[in-house]
């Protein structure tokens, strides 16, 4: 179970809050899954380890196709191109699509590793940005946008951000002061209070799914709420 007022996890006999000294009420003690305050029991939901280990599978599967696809692209340019010839062409296809691979590899590992912590809302910020695109001949164009990030501190005094350009969606879901879970092998961020909202994304795939929905209508997954 977990403290109402700072949502530091604490045991069942747990008279007052480790962390904010908080007396722990009667209400505290009943099932999180009552309301909209607390981190979701549903976690558990085998629905999102199937969810993980098809995303796994699906990033091997397409990485070896653009493997595959890169070494045969280049193994025909190599034979009938006028500019470089085999074997050095195939070569090269060898080291891209390796690259594929070593890429997925590492998007994999980084969702087994990943930690389960909790944390809180640091700070928000707004930046403007310029992203410059260069299509060659002299032919040079520059884009303006906004990089939105909420920074969050762990209870292991770690920062994360999370970006997005150009929408401001989740710069305004979450607010300074807010506690919130990371879950591990999804890799996304769920908030302990989510009363007064009127939506929720997906822990599993990012969908923004009506508050009042219990499963995603994308990819069928409980909402954490």
Not at 1 to 25: A, D, L, V, W
Not at 62 to 90: H, K, Q, R, T, W
Request: with cysteine.
């Amino acid at each position: 179970m977990y403290c109402s007022n700072c949502g530091t996890q604490i045991s069942e006999s747990t008279r007052f809050c480790p962390t904010c000294g908080s007396e722990i009420k009667q209400e505290s003690r009943a099932p999180q899954s009552a309301g909209l305050r607390g981190f979701s029991p549903r976690i558990s939901d085998p629905a999102f380890a199937k969810y993980v280990k098809n995303s796994n599978r699906w990033a091997a599967i397409f990485s070896i196709i653009l493997a595959v696809a890169a070494v045969i692209g280049f193994y025909i340019y190599g034979e009938v191109g006028s500019e470089m010839d085999n074997p050095a062409s195939l070569y090269i296809g060898f080291g891209i699509g390796g690259m594929f691979l070593v890429i997925a590899l590492f998007q994999i590992l980084g969702r087994k590793r990943s930690k389960t912590w909790d944390g809180t809302v640091e700070d928000k910020k707004i930046k403007k940005k310029t992203k410059r695109h260069d299509y060659g001949d002299d032919n040079v164009q520059y884009e303006d946008y906004l990089e939105y990030s909420v920074i969050i501190r762990s209870d292991q005094g770690k920062r994360h951000t999370i970006k997005s350009n150009d929408s401001d969606t989740l710069y305004n879901y979450y607010q300074i002061g807010d506690r919130v879970r990371h879950h591990a092998g999804l890799n996304s961020y769920e908030k302990y209070d989510k009363t007064g909202d009127k939506f929720i994304p997906c822990n599993a795939c990012g969908t923004l799914c009506d508050i009042q929905e219990d499963y995603c209508f994308r990819c069928k997954c409980p909402l954490l709420k």
